[in-house]
Nanobody, 124 residues
Framework: HVQLVESGGGSVQTGGSLRLSCAAS????????MGWFRQAPGKEREAVAA??????KYADSVKGRFTISKDADENTLYLQMNSLRPEDTAMYYCAAVRFFGGICGGLRVIDYDYWGQGTQVTVS
């Protein structure tokens, strides 16, 4: 059983910053292979960033503004979001990959096996 719990969302003004956290627990997920996704109302879920060990990938829309990272024990995933824009408004989800046979570092929804409940980010 894998549990992912996001926190840190909220309402900010344009240009502001937020730091999202994702606490991961359980077994049989690949600790070094996690990602952040977001979904705005009426839109499909889209990738924001992914981490594969020491490597990171970002959606073009957030490059240079967002940073994905994890703590040393790889139990907590972070997303530092700077220079926020109204178009960043969405529910943000943490995702993880299964330990056996999973795809690490992907930016597709289908690359991930476990999902959190999400945390809302609103930029006005």
């Amino acid at each position: 059983h894998v549990q992912l719990v996001e926190s840190g969302g909220g309402s900010v003004q344009t240009g502001g910053s937020l730091r999202l956290s994702c606490a991961a627990s359980g077994h049989f997920y690949a600790k070094g292979c996690m990602g952040w996704f977001r979904q705005a109302p009426g839109k499909e879920r889209e990738a924001v960033a992914a981490i594969d060990g020491d490597n990171t990938k970002y959606a073009d829309s957030v490059k240079g503004r967002f940073t994905i990272s994890k703590d040393a024990d790889e139990n907590t995933l972070y997303l530092q979001m700077n220079s926020l824009r109204p178009e960043d408004t969405a529910m943000y989800y943490c995702a993880a990959v299964r330990f056996f046979g999973g795809i690490c570092g992907g930016l597709r929804v289908i690359d991930y096996d476990y999902w959190g409940q999400g945390t809302q980010v609103t930029v006005s």
